[in-house]
Structures are given as C-alpha cells and as structure tokens.
Nanobody
Framework: VQLQASGGGLVQTGGSLRLSCAAS????????MAWYRQAPGKQRELVAQ???????NILDSVKDRFTISRDNAKKTVYLQSNNLKPEDTAVYYC??????????????WGQGTLVTVSS
C-alpha cells in the first residue's frame, strides 16, 4: 500500500493550489484521510481531515481558504488551497487509515509535497 502526493509548487501570495493524494495497492477499505503540514523549524500540524462519509475538520487558521474532499472510487483525497499566504509555506503530507486486503488497520503516510508561497 502506498500514498502518492502531488500538486505542490511555487505560487505567489493570493494564488491557489490543488493537492492530490492517491492510495494504491491491495486495499480493502480506507477510513479517514487527512492532510498535515510541517513548516521549517515547526512541528507537523493537522490541516484538514475527512471521514469516509465526507465529514470534515479543518484547521481554524485556514478554514475560510482550504477545502478537503475525497473520491472514494479513486481512493484519492484532495486539498484545495486558495488565497495562499507565505505562512502556508510547508511540506504537505497526506495520511490515510487503510485496511490492506491482507493485514490490519493502520496509518499510511505519503511522501510529502512542498508548497512555497512567495510574498
């Protein structure tokens, strides 16, 4: 089982990016999916999470700018980030709670995608 994140890049203040994270492998089921971020010198923080049924929880500081969604058929979670600010600069990681076809429920992490917002 693997998670592959993509969509990061360099953007100016006020710009937008759409991050994607696709799960692959022998998967029986996927529960919660989430995006975290880690800025230089700071701890990793939860940005947004979404349940299998579509309920979401989003970090207060980005709630009016970021949206999380998922496509269960594609085993993919998205993070739409609008009106980006320099303080959003970080490596963004996706995480999913996955049940492999032969195994048990556990957390899987993507490799991270860098978002850089220039002022």
């Amino acid at each position: 089982v693997q998670l592959q994140a993509s969509g990061g890049g360099l953007v100016q203040t006020g710009g937008s990016l759409r991050l994607s994270c696709a799960a692959s492998g022998t998967i029986a089921s996927i529960n919660d999916m989430a995006w975290y971020r880690q800025a230089p010198g700071k701890q990793r923080e939860l940005v947004a999470q979404i349940t299998r049924g579509g309920n979401t929880n989003i970090l207060d500081s980005v709630k009016d700018r970021f949206t999380i969604s998922r496509d269960n058929a594609k085993k993919t979670v998205y993070l739409q980030s609008n009106n980006l600010k320099p303080e959003d600069t970080a490596v963004y990681y996706c995480k999913a709670i996955i049940l492999p076809t032969a195994g048990y429920w556990r957390d899987y992490w993507g490799q991270g995608t860098l978002v850089t917002v220039s002022s």
